[in-house]
Every structure is written in structure tokens, then in C-alpha cells.
């Protein structure tokens, strides 16, 4: 089974330093998408970026670029100088392939609430 | 283009009641999907469907039902809704890979007294 997992509830961050959130996953799948989602207080989920399992450069997205680590199944979110409207709930997820008759599902990690520092 | 949309934004329930959640995108996906949000966690799927008159069960389906009559619109329902069943719903589409999942709802926040 999937499994996402992200061991960091809270990080507080200076201002304009970059930050790093942790996402390990588990699949036995060779086909896979790993993403990034911001929720900000007003509740929406806003994608940030998307890493292909057989994509070989790390995905990058303006100030957010993923560190796609396939072997140690890691898909660390870097944003490089935070901004105070940075601040929300940070989600990794994971999706896979379509079967014959399903659809291909996306399973969520806990989150991390990030805080930027002025 | 007004992607994905929802409806209502929020609801307030008494025990028992019923009520339908309405998700509906105009970027003629085959894949929508209800998710419910808990305090302090992920999204967990509830139901999803593949297409036109499609549905299947997700991890959490139980006291839901859903409805996909149109392709631009997934219902999803409450017959008796019960206090465990207070979330955050958030529909979702994609297209028929795993790569597109960019598209959410912004969200429908029921309270079930």
C-alpha cells in the first residue's frame, strides 16, 4: 500500500532564508506522481509542483523546486526565500497509475505547518 | 474557465438531516473525486468516479453516497448525517493519468450538530 509520510507538524523560518519540508513515500508502483500542495488559512489547496517518477531533472517552480531522491524515496520541498505569505499548511502527496477501471487515486501526508518570521 | 467549483461553502447540519454537496468543472474531465479534511490532516478520498454514470468507493465511504449523471458534475450525499461526519469537503478533477492532479474545489465546511 501507499503510504506518505511527513515528520515535520511545524518549522518557524526567518524571512528570506529557504526552507526545506521533508516527504518521504512508499509504493511498490514504478509509475508514480509526487506533489506538492499549499493550504493557506483561507482553506483552499493550491498546487504547487509535480515530480514524475521517471522524470530525471528535479521539478522546479519559481521559488519552489522538489529534490526528487528516487532511491530513498524522498520528495523534499525547497523554497528558496521565504516570503511572509508563505505561511500556510504545506501537503505531499502521491498519486498512481489508472487501473483498467479505476481511476488513478492521490493519497495525502499529514502536512507541515510552515510559519515565516519577519 | 472557472475550473472547479463547489456548492454550498458552508452548511450547518442537525443529526439526521440529509443534504447533497454539489462539485462541478468545466475542463470536461473524466476523474472527479470527494475528499473530506480533518483537523490536523491530510485529505482522504470518500468516493471517485471515471466517468459518466461511474462511481466507486474510496477509503472513508461510509454515510456517503454519490452521483455522477452529468460528466461536469459529482453530487455527493449525506442521508443521516452524523457529528463524525463534520470536515472540510473538497472536490477534486484530473485527467486519466496520474500527472493531473492540479484542480480542487475551494472547499464546502459542514458542521453536523
Known amino acids: 500500500a501507499q503510504k506518505i509520510t511527513q515528520t515535520q507538524p511545524g518549522m518557524f523560518v526567518q524571512e528570506k532564508e529557504a526552507v526545506t519540508l521533508d516527504c518521504t513515500y512508499d509504493?511498490?508502483?514504478?509509475?508514480?506522481?509526487l506533489f506538492w500542495y499549499k493550504q493557506p488559512s483561507s482553506g483552499e489547496m493550491i498546487f504547487l509542483i509535480y515530480?514524475?517518477?521517471?522524470?530525471?531533472q528535479n521539478a522546479t517552480e519559481g521559488r519552489y523546486s522538489l529534490n526528487f531522491q528516487k532511491a530513498r524515496k524522498s520528495a523534499n520541498l525547497v523554497i528558496s526565500a521565504s516570503q511572509l505569505g508563505d505561511s500556510a499548511m504545506y501537503f505531499c502527496?502521491?498519486?498512481?497509475?489508472?487501473?483498467?477501471?479505476?481511476?488513478?487515486?492521490?493519497?495525502f501526508g499529514s502536512g507541515t505547518r510552515l510559519s515565516i518570521r519577519p | 474557465n472557472a475550473g472547479v467549483t463547489q456548492t454550498p461553502k458552508f452548511r450547518v447540519l442537525k443529526t439526521g438531516q440529509s443534504m447533497t454537496l454539489l462539485c462541478a468543472q468545466d475542463?470536461?474531465?473524466?476523474?472527479m473525486y470527494w475528499y473530506r479534511q480533518d483537523p490536523g490532516m491530510g485529505l482522504r478520498l470518500i468516493h471517485y468516479?471515471?466517468?459518466?454514470?461511474?462511481?466507486a468507493k474510496g477509503e472513508v465511504p461510509d454515510g456517503y453516497n454519490v452521483s455522477r449523471l452529468k460528466k461536469q458534475n459529482f453530487l455527493l450525499g449525506l442521508e443521516s448525517a452524523a457529528p463524525s461526519q463534520t470536515s472540510v469537503y473538497f472536490c477534486?478533477?484530473?485527467?486519466?493519468?496520474?500527472?493531473?492532479?492540479?484542480?480542487f474545489g475551494p472547499g464546502t465546511r459542514l458542521t453536523v450538530l
Open positions: 468516479s471515471v466517468g459518466e454514470g461511474t462511481t
Open positions: 509504493t511498490s508502483d514504478q509509475s508514480y506522481g
Open positions: 515530480q514524475g517518477s521517471y522524470d530525471e
Open positions: 477534486a478533477s484530473s485527467y486519466s493519468n496520474f500527472a493531473g492532479w492540479k484542480f
Open positions: 475542463m470536461n474531465h473524466e476523474y
Open positions: 502527496a502521491m498519486s498512481d497509475p489508472p487501473g483498467y477501471s479505476s481511476a488513478s487515486k492521490i493519497i
